[in-house]
């Protein structure tokens, strides 16, 4: 069986961002067969389908869908647009290739769930996608498929599009419901603040992931069974991975969700089409720059959550890194816990010093001042964010984010010590710093 | 009962209740968990994860943020493990990292929760050995409050307090991650009069203030639990090293004030050791040895020489040409020993403790009492006839803004202007000033066709559906400018809604004190009347007048008539209170002995014959009662200067050289004489007071009846041309303890003139720039600010406050007043 395109097929579609393009190429069929469904059989088809969420935890939307107190209104759809975990961009080309199918997406939740008002969080840097979106919006609301009244319906939702300020945090769903408020993106604490009991304005709240929605159309329009007999059993459908790094052709690809392994993404001539330059696989990561690490051990496990779950890492947001063996693991490793020390939002103590105070070792190390306890205290420092340094993370913080710069070093500690000793006693790198070409 | 759950605490069963905070659950218990970011009396963030124990609800033992959690059936807690020791740990390290090492020079050292539990867990040495964070050290958020960013470790209490208790967001936090700092916005103080409470809940030194720094440490202090004197009777640990008070903190007291304090209370304390003390009896004229024979100045002089011209004077005429007036800064004790002194002894019922500015005692003690706690129920209704609580009574703004916010409480706004409480009132009805009554007769009937008094009809009976609740009316006067007529009309009318109860909102500290000690004319102790109570005073007080006597404006008027000898002021300053400036300065001038019984100096001690010396209330023992009627103590922490006395033993000597005897040792004394006689203080003892942590509640309703005005008041309507005057006090303004105390006096600006947008835009100035007021009997000259939480035709203007003096537009034979203001003046 050909794997059908769900949620990529207008990237090659030259006005597919129009709503000419769109519906010239199917666009809105979803909507229009939604509408003529009971909101619950809509719902029904999602829960059918077993859509993973895309965003990063990978808990199904139909299950979320279902957790909306009954009986509570207003009640509101987010849409988690604020894409910055380090290797992803996925959400960004939906935005700018295809936005009426997230828009169609949207709808058609708001419509299965009987949702007041969607808010579209879109990511402060993408500009471009940004455009789109509200280029598209506008569309949509001249004809009538957004705003009062759709289709001549009775149903009517409005989509409200809220530019992020540039806050890696506000991916997280509370911190994005705080900053969507007026307020600091800061995350809150949960329990009590699960956002479908406690959400926007203190109101149930479904937050899904741009991707996740862009599926939506595709399975109401085909059904939820169609989807679920695509890829694997726990893992159906299809599902779009952004390989980066030292490959030889980096982009996003959609994929046959749960069979496809790393290998045929990284390696294979139609997806990354391998290392780059002839080297060697030294590490990747599976899921985005918060994922503990996997290396040619792990190449032919199956693109499918809960193998990855069970082999220590997870698929995060598809952002799979490449490092092949030209690269100094302790940069590697510094520059990713950077990044969270950098974007810690300082809410919660172990996040706001743990990082940076990581990140204070690491530099030092790199600076050739390392000490023969650093090893150890930086691993204790990561154990007191991340109690056991297991996988899935304990947490001593509010958020995931404390925990997600352990995993780099933890990685990297347990794989390439020796990396780390060379620092520390040669006070140089064992891999020459090379500029590349 | 049905809500209570058995949970584990370290291997403990315990019994609690469903859905109290663990945090608190676990201390109730006996286990404490180290805290900085919990605050009991603000909403839990669980930002430090200091409190982080293991918890298991059913699927095994997790990290869990005590402060985030509430206590479930079945809950295992343990506080004790080694995965929770190993993460505390691991938290209070994370918090010293970039902690600065200043403890010897820092303020808070000695009495620092991190500091304390450093010592108490933490490790013997750092392990970080980086740069650690700077920030320039330390910077002012507002005139008497400094932040030092770098021992900060961003709890988010002081900014939580801003927002959620006092309502003035004006710090925040700023930038993120590591380099997350409080501070203010650009240009914009923390301009809060409730500042300094973030000083007492910062756990750390990060936010000091500016009258304690650098002045002790916490172990050279010793402290009193007292009563401040103010109408709410706010809690507090009065501080003290070497004999002198240093800092004044919040005691959270449940039933008053949960610890917060405003500004104009916590710094108050400099102003008894500044120059405007006294400190030894003056009289004009002669003094000590006839140092100034031919004089006309106040002059050092003795007690004994002082309190002999006085009794002399007192013999020498006749009971009822004496008067006493003032007394709410006493204490109770101070105020039943003058009272006694007056009417019992020297036999005139010229007594008052109201300067003329409050509710007529009918209307205080008449009316079903409500306490604060009743007024704060959750789900209740609140309605406010009376002041700006958030200028006037500082933390009972508090107290109605948490009922508000966090407890469903609904508030009706009965005001002439918008308050501090405008933005989360649930209604406002900003009746014309005058009109009140009628508004609250509509607003108790609904159903209203019409506006009335300035007031929509929608609005009326909008917030007449409010009325479902229990009914609490915060009564008081809103305007110095309006007669109290309009304001006993709207209590009358909201007196008829089923079970409504009144929480008097007094201004002066120890007003409902001295209405229970009789401290009015026709008045006895215990909430009784002159004829009612006659007889259980007589034998005591043997020389009873036979009827009533004059009122402050009356004394004051007597004695501009020539009809009024000697007129003794306790801690009066009737020059800048009585609502006729010029009359009290020329009765003044005019009355024969004018005594001044004070503690600081002010315009009437500068006018009057003998000043003689108090002691202030961190010098003397007693007890306060607070505007619900509750009684609490006074505790002395440090003695007088010079040879300040007590309020009560200058009465006592007094009483001696008129060749009587009040027949009182000590403060318990009186408190027994009182207890023996009044009808509603019967049951309490000194001791009681003195054991209570909440104070003494006196329930009784006394023997005071509420009179209600006879007819309806007819108020002429405005003219085109003309605003309707509202006259109010601000926090800071000219009083004395304000202007006396270093670190405050700067906030009480010049008065102002605030008028809506549309009649500021009307009026075609600048604001700030002055106009020209003028009444039918007045005029002053005030810079005028667009303000729109005042209404439309109403123009207000600042009490006591310099520049203009707000009563020369006044009067005080009219219901209301009405104003024209000219521009280019």
């Known amino acids: ?437 | 009962m049905s809500d209570e759950v058995t949970f584990v605490i370290n291997g403990n069963e315990v019994v609690g209740t469903a859905g109290d905070n663990l945090i608190e659950a676990c201390e109730e218990a006996g286990v404490y968990i180290p805290r900085f970011c919990h605050h009991n009396r603000m909403n839990p963030v669980g930002m430090c994860r200091m409190c982080i124990v293991e918890v298991d609800t059913g699927r095994g033992p997790a990290l869990q943020p005590s402060c985030m959690l509430t206590v479930a059936e079945g809950m295992i807690v343990d506080t004790e493990s080694d995965v929770t020791k190993k993460a505390q740990d691991g938290v209070l390290e994370f918090l010293l990292v970039n902690h600065p090492l200043d403890c010897p020079v820092c303020d808070k050292g000695g009495e620092c929760p991190l500091q304390d539990q450093t010592m108490a867990y933490g490790p013997g040495e750092s392990r970080f050995v980086e740069e650690k964070r700077h920030y320039e050290k330390p910077i002012p958020v507002n005139d008497n409050v400094f932040l030092d960013r770098e021992r900060c470790i961003l709890c988010d209490r002081c900014t939580r307090f801003a927002d959620e208790v006092a309502g003035d967001p004006l710090i925040h936090f700023m930038d993120r991650g590591n380099e997350t700092q409080i501070n203010t916005f650009p240009n914009e103080p923390f301009a809060s009069y409730f500042s300094g409470n973030v000083v007492q809940v910062c756990p750390v030194g990060a936010l000091t203030a500016k009258p304690y720094r650098f002045k002790a440490r916490p172990w050279d202090l010793d402290e009193a639990d007292s009563t401040y004197p103010n109408a709410m009777g706010d809690r507090i640990s009065v501080q003290a090293s070497r004999d002198q008070v240093l800092r004044f903190q919040g005691v959270d007291s449940d039933a008053v004030n949960w610890g917060w304090l405003t500004d104009k209370e916590r710094f108050a304390f400099e102003a008894y050791q500044g120059e405007d003390r006294l400190t030894e009896p003056l009289v004009r004229g002669g003094g000590l040895n006839e140092a100034d024979p031919d004089g006309d100045e106040l002059v050092g002089t003795s007690w004994s020489s002082a309190l002999r011209s006085i009794a002399k004077a007192i013999s020498d005429t006749e009971p009822a040409k004496v008067a006493v007036i003032g007394g709410s800064r006493l204490t109770n004790e101070a105020q039943y020993a003058w009272t006694k002194l007056a009417k019992g002894i020297i036999g005139t019922d010229n007594v008052d403790a109201d300067m003329g500015d409050e509710l007529p005692v009918h209307a205080l003690l008449g009316l079903p009492r409500a306490t604060i706690a009743e007024a704060c129920q959750p789900g209740g209704t609140i309605i406010l006839l009376g002041p700006d609580p958030k200028e006037e009574l500082g933390t009972l703004y508090i107290r109605l803004r948490h009922a508000v916010r966090e407890d469903g409480a609904k508030l009706i706004e009965l005001t002439p202007s918008g308050t501090g409480l405008s933005s989360i009132a649930t209604a406002s009805l900003h009746a014309r000033p005058g009109e009140v009554g009628a508004v609250a007769r509509a607003l108790v009937a609904g159903g209203a066709t019409t506006d009335i008094g300035g007031v929509s009809a929608d609005d009326i009976n909008a917030a007449h559906g409010f009325l479902d609740g229990a009914v609490t009316v915060v009564l008081g006067r809103a305007s110095l400018a309006e007669s109290v007529t309009p304001t006993l009309e709207a209590a009358d009318a909201l007196a008829g809604i089923e079970n409504a109860r009144f929480l008097p909102a007094v201004r002066r500290a120890n007003t409902m004190g001295a209405l229970d000690m009789g401290m009015a004319p026709g008045l006895l102790p215990g909430r009784t009347t002159l004829d009612a109570g006659r007889a259980g005073f007589a034998d005591v007080w043997p020389n009873l007048p036979d009827s009533a006597g004059a009122d402050t404006a009356a004394i004051l008027a007597a004695g501009l008539a020539g009809n009024l000898d000697v007129l003794i002021m306790l801690g009066a300053d009737p020059i800048a209170d009585a609502l006729s400036a010029t009359d009290a300065a020329t009765a003044l001038a005019n009355i024969g002995t004018v005594v001044a019984v004070d503690v600081l100096a002010n315009a009437s001690t500068a006018a009057a014959d003998i000043v003689l010396p108090a002691a202030a209330f961190t010098e003397v023992s007693g007890s306060h009662t607070n505007l619900e009627g509750r009684v609490s103590p006074v505790r002395q922490k440090v003695t007088p200067p010079g040879t300040a006395r007590p309020d009560w033993m200058i009465a006592a000597e007094l009483a001696g050289y008129l060749g009587s005897d009040l027949g009182f040792d000590e403060p318990s004394d009186i408190w027994a004489e009182l207890a023996a006689r009044s009808a509603v203080h019967g049951d309490i003892t000194a001791a009681d007071i003195e054991a209570a942590d909440d104070g003494v509640l006196i329930t009784a309703r006394g023997r005071v009846s509420f009179e209600p005005p006879e007819g309806e008041v007819r108020v002429d309507p405005v003219d085109a041309y003309a605003l309707r005057l509202v006259s109010a006090r601000r926090m800071y303004d000219d009083g004395t303890i304000v202007q006396a105390s270093p670190h405050l006096c700067g906030f009480a600006g010049a008065a102002e003139l605030r008028v809506n947008s549309y009649d500021f835009n009307r009026l075609g100035v600048a604001a700030g720039q002055p106009v020209r007021v003028s009444s039918a009997v007045g005029a002053v000259e005030v810079g005028v600010a667009s303000d729109d939480l005042v209404p439309r035709g109403v123009a207000v203007i600042d009490y006591n406050r310099s520049g203009a003096d707000a009563r020369n537009l006044f009067d005080l034979d009219a219901v209301s007043i009405d104003v024209r203001l000219e521009s280019g003046a």
Request: overall charge negative.
């Open chain 1, 1 to 437: 069986m050909t794997i059908p395109k769900i949620t990529t097929s207008r990237w090659d579609v030259e006005d597919g961002h129009t709503l000419a393009g769109y519906e010239r190429t199917g666009g809105y069929a979803g909507l229009k067969r939604a509408l003529e469904m009971a909101p619950e059989a809509v719902h029904g088809e999602v829960k059918t389908a077993t859509l993973l969420g895309r965003g990063g935890a990978g808990f199904p939307a139909g299950i979320k869908w279902g957790f909306c107190p009954p009986g509570v209104w207003p009640r509101y759809l987010v849409v988690n647009g604020d894409e910055s975990e380090p290797g992803t961009y996925k959400d960004r080309i939906l935005l700018e290739r295809d936005p009426h199918q997230l828009i169609e997406g949207c709808i058609i939740a708001c419509y299965a769930l009987g949702l007041s008002q969607c808010f579209l969080y879109v990511r402060g840097e993408m500009a471009h996608g940004q455009e789109r979106v509200a280029a598209a919006l506008n569309e949509a609301y001249q004809v009538g498929y957004v705003g009062k009244n759709i289709l001549g319906t009775e149903f009517s939702v409005d989509i409200v599009l809220h530019w992020g300020a540039g806050a890696y945090i506000v991916g997280e769903e509370t911190a994005l419901i705080e900053s969507l408020e007026g307020n600091r993106g800061m995350p809150r604490l949960k329990p009590p603040f699960f956002p479908a009991a406690i959400g926007l304005y203190g109101k149930p709240t479904i937050v899904n992931n741009v991707e996740t929605l862009s599926n939506i159309p595709w399975i109401v329009e085909n059904g939820g069974q169609a989807f679920a007999d695509i890829g694997g059993e726990q893992s159906p459908g299809t599902r779009i991975f952004a390989v980066s790094g030292h490959v030889n052709n980096p982009g996003v690809f959609e994929v046959e969700f749960g069979t496809t392994t790393f290998r045929d993404v990284i390696m294979g001539e139609d997806y990354a089409g391998g290392i780059r330059g002839g080297n060697d696989l030294k590490a990747f990561i599976p899921g985005g720059a918060s994922a503990p690490w996997f290396f040619e051990e792990h190449l032919d496990l199956p693109l499918e959550k809960g193998t990855v779950d069970r082999a220590g890492s997870m698929l995060g947001s598809g952002a799979i890194v490449v490092m092949d063996d030209s690269t100094d693991m302790v940069r590697a490793c510094h520059n990713l816990v950077r990044f969270f020390a950098r974007e810690s939002c300082g809410k919660c103590s172990p996040c706001r010093e743990g990082t940076s105070w990581l990140e204070k070792i690491l530099q030092r190390i790199i600076d050739g001042n390392g000490r023969p306890a650093d090893l150890e205290l930086l691993m204790d420092v990561c154990d007191n964010i991340s109690p056991g340094i297991s996988w899935p993370p304990k947490q001593t913080t509010i958020c995931p984010l404390g925990p997600s710069a352990v995993s780099p070093i933890s990685s990297v500690i347990e794989r390439f010590a020796d990396e780390f000793d060379a620092y520390i006693e040669n006070r140089r790198p064992s891999i020459p710093v090379e500029a590349t070409s």
